[in-house]
């Protein structure tokens, strides 16, 4: 079955083909676009989206554990101060990302990146060992309950 028929030098396409070639065209259109380099900075973005708050709430736990607070105490660490500081790196990083690629020779690329990510984890150390009202009126309830729990030892054991 011939898609397109020649009668009278003419050659005249049916309307599956026509469909067929303007989804063709349109899909290289799109691809010539966007292209393989759209494809990868729309994956880069979304993986970034939907990964930072998932590293930044494990930075702020990781160090409020280590720091000898409790789960309590680091759900609400992630809790006040994850979204200020989500925010700040969706301000961060595309800002670091367009002088990398626009200004920045090829050969310095990666030292700027290394030193951004440094300067980045200088601040997110600093968030992190911030302490709030919050955590402090909980570390002061925590001395008042050891103070009133060695009131309670007896004599004999203190002696130990």
């Given at each position: 079955m011939a898609f397109y028929s020649c009668s009278n030098n003419r050659t005249t396409i049916s309307r599956f083909e026509q469909k067929t070639i303007f989804i063709f065209h349109f899909v290289d259109f799109y691809y010539h676009l966007t292209g393989k380099q759209g494809i990868q900075i729309a994956k880069k973005i979304l993986a970034n989206t939907l990964i930072a708050p998932v590293g930044i709430s494990l930075i702020f736990s990781s160090i409020t554990l280590l720091k000898g607070q409790?789960?309590?105490?680091?759900?609400?660490k992630v809790k006040n101060d994850m979204p200020k500081t989500y925010l700040a790196g969706t301000c961060y990083w595309p800002f670091v990302s367009f002088i990398n690629f626009r200004f920045v020779p090829l050969d310095y690329r990666p030292f700027l990146g290394s030193l951004a990510g440094a300067i980045w984890n200088v601040y997110l150390s600093s968030v992190a060992n911030q302490t709030s009202e919050s955590s402090s009126n909980s570390a002061e309830s925590?001395?008042?309950?050891?103070?009133?729990?060695?009131?309670?030892?007896?004599?004999?054991?203190?002696d130990l």
């Open positions: 409790t789960f309590a105490d680091a759900k609400t925590t001395s008042t309950s050891i103070n009133q729990t060695n009131s309670r030892i007896p004599s004999e054991l203190k």
